[in-house]
């Protein structure tokens, strides 16, 4: 069976979600929009001129929590609702083959079971149909040989958690627009 699913949340969800971001994220004093989002996210990427057309994102991920917050930074902040989440690494190229369109951009947590993110990524580049694919690591491990390892195996690019979401979404417009990037703090 399919382990990815369409995550909703409900407004007070949302709501409670978006007060532990900006407290736990965000540098404490932005003032609110009419979404109640600090106004410094506006806008999204919604106008921004990608590489890739309606680009579609899969992020591979085994914590319910940063799920919720990966599905809020993409419809809320950056106003893209076009991401697929698996709901840890079970059956994964199962599941990706099931796919009605290629990823073509992979945001995978290094630390899962019973694959993690350096696993996905061999199978994902031994997949002919998903060469020309982005493959991003997220991980909350990063050292500088972390970083060199991740390279090495053929990441695109890394990001640290927790997700900074002041400067996620221009990370992302990077790796559309076909940069490599290593985002660790």
């Known amino acids: 069976s399919r382990r990815h699913k369409e995550l909703v949340l409900t407004d007070s969800s949302e709501s409670q979600l978006i007060q532990c971001l900006s407290r736990k994220i965000l ?3 932005f003032m609110e929009n009419s979404d109640g989002l600090p106004a410094s996210w506006s806008g999204g990427l919604r106008n921004t001129t990608f590489m890739i057309k309606d680009p579609v994102f899969l992020y591979v991920e085994d914590d319910p929590y940063s799920i919720k917050v990966m599905r809020m930074i993409f419809e809320k902040v950056m106003r893209i609702p076009t991401l697929i989440v698996f709901e840890g690494s079970d059956n994964f190229m199962q599941n990706l083959l099931e796919l009605n369109t290629p990823p073509d951009v992979f945001l995978l947590d290094i630390q ?4 993690n993110g350096f696993e996905l990524l061999h199978m994902i580049r031994a997949d002919r149909r998903f060469r020309a694919s982005k493959i991003v690591a997220l991980t909350a491990s990063v050292m500088g040989e ?11 690019g890394a990001i640290s958690k927790p997700i900074h979401i002041t400067s996620f979404p221009g990370l992302i ?10 985002f660790v703090s």
């Open 146 to 156: 972390e970083v060199d390892q991740l390279k090495r195996s053929g990441f695109d």
């Open 27 to 29: 540098p404490p004093l």
């Open 173 to 182: 417009n990077r790796v559309l627009n076909g940069e490599n990037i290593w």
């Open 112 to 115: 899962m079971k019973p694959y």
